[in-house]
């Protein structure tokens, strides 16, 4: 061998192992950046949903003694500007105080006109956020006021001006029939009717309407009613909408009323709302007026809500309650959510959310008795005066409260629903809306979708392959198995196009048709597949080996215009022209027109292709040898196809299955295109759905940044995440496995 020849040798066995080193080195970075990449994705989503599972926390801000005012006189009024720089006191002299929550300094005065020998006291608030005041004097009339807060910049700074204004002019609204105001409760609906509910010391309870709107001064009153009350009561409570009033004692009875129709209100019902030998020391409206919370001395606090019996009557249902460590002397309900913040006679917080069934928070806070206290608009900030005439101020950091393992996952009795339900409704147009984020019905959607997706695709795409790897001649094969894998290319928005706007209103309209498939198809092919056995062998011949299927193309084109034709037939003499209303009459199944079976053969259209080509392949990729063993040794080519080659390749045709799950659990446009995307938890085929994907798709734009429901998002992507992943990972596990059991053979 010459000495150039051997320096080739050498430099070509050089080049190959830089070649190699760069591959190998080139592969395993990629291997790491797609491992790092999903070890990112998931860090990413665990970070944005860590602050749903955070604790709240109350931090201190200011004490402060008492804002001088111009006399002495009571508080009878504190409350907290939206940011949560101001606070504002009302005393019984009319003078109103606005001042800095963190230094106690008064940065506006004002004093309200009162008429000679009169003082206010009764404040109520008209409105959810708590900027439009009731005025009840002891001259028995009442005065009206709007809290204005306007935002200036001076020099870059914030500076928020507050003012006061008259809604309803400056004259005090003089009530009939009643001497003085024991209770007062008054609401302002739709921004056009005033209603006030007066009750004096002698059980008389008066109900007025106004007509009359903001900027305006009151007219006479349009409805008007007295009644009698026959009991002492100590509460007087008002829903929002003026339908509704409620009179309690402190032994917790309680009388309500329709008041609808204020000129005839009707009694509807006398309860007890706490248990014998127990008293009420705080009941109050939730947000939006439909539920009462009613706690008593032992710090007790329950959920009353109302709901219709059996007899279709209203009465007040518990459906929920919530104990503290102590009595509770003061109770608040947030403005904007489903939230309570209570002090107890110990001086601690607590925090509770009612939907969520949960006590968020118990902590001390106060050494000293509260008095008077209020919670602001967004309710972060806490403004408590305790019995030394000192205020506090505090930062509550409580973001999420409505979020719990039960709000989630479990059942839920919302308010207005007799029954617990699993619902997902994160947005409405009103304001006293509760959301609900369970998840259970996108769950199940996802579920749902996946299983009919898999149920069309699994037997056509595992029988397709082994048809095509196994019988169909190859030539055959070099057409089939390119052109039913393109069909992996096209976009799933076409398909889901194509499955909403077109083929939906195809299955509505021939129903019975589509469903006559499911059996046409099989007894048709194997009628055929019979017939064709007895036929002739000259005429069998004629079909080259390998190339029978393509004598199924007409028969498939024949059974499918044969149920088109024949099935109207059936559905005018057995279902009375329409098989819709026919299940809906005799069975109860509804039908919507995009459902499950247009997802399940949509979707099922869209997985076809990767579980026939990774089968196809594992079946394809079965040593010959093995083949040609079985056969020579006297067994059947089905006997061989099930013995030898399906064992074989079960590995293979397991994975596929399981990237095809994957697929059909993460398809997002399909579902979201065929389906009514109603989260609804009915396994009927004729019923849509909502995936966990699609909600994600539709819901994520329109949500606030950090806010709740973008967090929940985050945590059904979380979920998909870890679902994918565990099946993922099982099916390895069980892929290598059957690879080592059936590998050797």
Not at 115 to 128: G, K
Not at 268 to 279: C, S
Not at 574 to 591: N, P, Q, S, V
Not at 702 to 726: G, K, M, P, Q
Request: no cysteine; charged share 20%; hydrophobic share 50%.
């Amino acid at each position: 061998m010459s000495y150039n020849s051997i320096t080739d040798r050498s430099w070509f066995q050089r080049k190959r192992a830089i070649i190699d080193t760069i591959a190998r080195t080139t592969i395993g970075m990629g291997g790491i950046s797609v491992i790092f990449a999903i070890v990112l994705i998931f860090f990413y989503l665990l970070w944005v949903v860590a602050p749903i599972f955070k604790s709240p926390e109350v931090t201190p801000i200011g004490e402060f003694n008492a804002p001088v005012m111009l006399a002495e006189a009571e508080t009878k009024y504190i409350a907290i500007e939206e940011s949560g720089q101001l606070g504002l006191r009302i005393a019984s002299s009319g003078e109103i105080l606005f001042f800095n929550l963190e230094t106690g300094v008064d940065t506006s005065r004002n004093s309200i006109d009162l008429a000679e020998y009169s003082s206010i006291s009764h404040v109520v608030e008209m409105n959810s956020e708590g900027t439009m005041l009731a005025l009840g004097l002891d001259n028995g009339r009442v005065k009206f006021i709007g809290i204005e807060y306007r935002v200036n910049f001076v020099d870059g700074k914030r500076e928020i001006i507050p003012s006061i204004a008259f809604p309803f002019g400056e004259e005090a609204l003089e009530l009939n029939y009643i001497s003085n105001i024991h209770r007062l409760q008054a609401t302002f609906v739709d921004g056009e009717r005033l209603v006030l509910a007066a009750l004096d010391t002698s059980g008389q309870l008066l109900l007025q309407s106004y007509e009359v709107e903001k900027g305006d001064d009151i007219a006479d009153v349009a409805e008007e009613s007295v009644t009698e009350v026959g009991m002492d009561a100590e509460y007087l409570l008002l829903d929002p909408l003026a339908d509704w009033v409620y009179l309690a004692n402190s032994d917790g009875q309680i009388i309500y009323y329709n008041i609808s129709d204020i000129e005839s209100i009707e009694q509807i019902a006398q309860q007890v709302l706490v248990k014998p030998e127990r008293r009420v020391s705080h009941l109050r409206l939730s947000l939006g007026g439909i539920s009462l919370l009613a706690t008593d001395d032992t710090g007790n606090t329950v959920q009353w809500s109302l709901q219709r019996d059996d007899k279709n009557q209203y009465q007040l249902a518990e459906v929920r309650n919530f104990q503290a460590s102590a009595a509770i002397d003061y109770l608040l309900t947030e403005r904007r959510r489903k939230g309570l913040v209570g002090i107890s006679t110990e001086g601690n917080i607590l925090l509770y959310h009612t939907t969520a069934e949960r006590q968020l928070l118990e902590e001390k806070i106060l050494d000293r008795k509260p008095v008077l206290a209020a919670v602001a608009p967004r309710a972060d900030m806490l403004l408590v005066k305790t019995e030394d005439e000192k205020y506090r101020s505090f930062k509550i950091d409580n973001p999420h409260p409505e979020l719990s393992w039960q709000a989630l996952w479990g059942k839920i009795v919302y308010e207005g629903y007799t029954e617990p339900k699993y619902i997902w409704q994160s947005s409405s147009a009103d304001d006293d809306f509760e959301p609900k984020f369970s998840l259970a019905p996108l769950a199940f959607g996802t579920l749902k979708a996946a299983f009919y997706a898999m149920m069309i695709a699994m037997p056509l795409a595992i029988m397709g392959a082994i048809y095509t790897a196994y019988f169909m001649a190859p030539r055959m094969r070099g057409w089939v198995k390119p052109s039913i894998e393109i069909m992996e290319a096209l976009p799933t928005v076409i398909l889901g196009f194509l499955a909403g706007l077109w083929f939906a209103p195809i299955v509505e309209d021939n129903l019975l048709a589509i469903l006559s498939l499911l059996f046409v198809f099989p007894a048709g092919l194997l009628l055929f597949a019979w017939g064709w056995s007895l036929a002739p062998k000259y005429v069998r011949r004629l079909v080259p080996e390998g190339w029978q299927a393509l004598l199924l193309m007409p028969v498939v084109i024949a059974l499918v215009w044969m149920s088109f034709v024949v099935a109207p037939l059936f559905e005018a003499v057995l279902f009375g022209g329409d098989i819709k209303a026919w299940m809906l009459r005799e069975l109860g199944i509804g039908y919507d027109q995009r459902n499950s079976l247009v997802v399940g053969i949509a979707m099922g259209l869209a997985v076809i292709p990767t579980i026939f080509s990774i089968t196809e392949d594992a079946i394809f990729s079965v040593p010959r040898q093995l083949t040609t063993g079985s056969l020579a040794l006297g067994a059947t080519p089905w006997q061989t196809l099930m013995r030898v080659v399906l064992l074989t390749a079960s590995p293979g045709i397991f994975s596929a299955v399981m990237i095809g799950l994957g697929r059909a659990v993460g398809e997002t446009m399909i579902v979201l295109m065929a389906t009514g995307n109603t989260p609804v938890m009915d396994m009927s085929i004729f019923e849509g759905m909502r995936t966990l994907s699609a909600n994600i798709a539709v819901e994520l734009p329109e949500s606030e940044v950090d806010s709740s429901h973008y967090r929940i998002l985050f945590l059904a992507a979380l979920v998909l995440f870890i679902v994918t992943f565990f099946f993922n990972t099982a099916a390895e596990v069980v892929r290598q496995r059957l690879r080592k059991r059936y590998g050797s053979m």
